[in-house]
């Protein structure tokens, strides 16, 4: 089973602010004060099914300046594309689910 973010935060969740391009781990919660920015997913080595990424726009800026998720070699939603985030306070929460679809968004 994979590591997860839970509303209670009872695993071992690290939120990280940042304004420059960051290299996600397994378990991170970005919260990104600066649009323009790239967050690269975790290596698909590094990755057991079930584990979770949650990229945050807490700065309100991805409307105007897109935030870009790197993949990192992993699909996501079943496709090699990175994911551009272009709404203002968006948070969306990535599950990888296995080779197929790689990363899959669960919540925003």
């Known amino acids: 089973m994979g590591r997860y973010i839970t509303s209670t935060l009872a695993y071992a969740t690290t939120t990280v602010e940042t304004a420059i391009s960051y290299q996600a781990k397994v378990n991170d919660r970005v919260m990104c004060t600066a649009g323009g920015i790239t967050i690269t997913l975790p290596a698909v080595a590094d990755l057991l099914v079930g584990d979770t990424v949650q990229i945050i726009d807490v700065g309100g800026n991805a409307g ?32 990888y ?12």
């Open 64 to 95: 105007t300046s897109a935030i870009t998720v790197s993949r990192n070699s992993a699909n996501i939603q079943g496709a090699a594309e990175n994911l551009t985030i272009d709404i203002n306070n968006t948070a969306p929460v990535l599950v």
């Open 97 to 108: 689910s296995g080779a197929t679809y790689g990363w899959i968004l669960t919540g925003s």
